[in-house]
């Protein structure tokens, strides 16, 4: 499989099972990354399962926020200020 380059001024030749196991790999990442996170364990600890350098890179691609833990974390708030 050949992909052209984007300034189209040369090919690149890539073989098919070489961009699926990147995308493979990326996709793992991501959903490894993305579950320990749900799942409560400390970003930094995700920091170095995923063997990222900086604790940014991993918090900006892999933290989602999602909408039950939102509410988890504002009712904590609630019980902290005695609400």
Known sequence: MTAPS???ARNVSRTEGETSASSSRKDLGHACGSLLICEGVKPKFVQAILRHSMLSTTT???????????RGAVATLDRALGS
Do not use: I
């Open 6 to 8: 984007s300034s189209g």
């Open 60 to 70: 900006d691609l892999y933290v989602h926020a999602y909408d039950e833990d939102l």
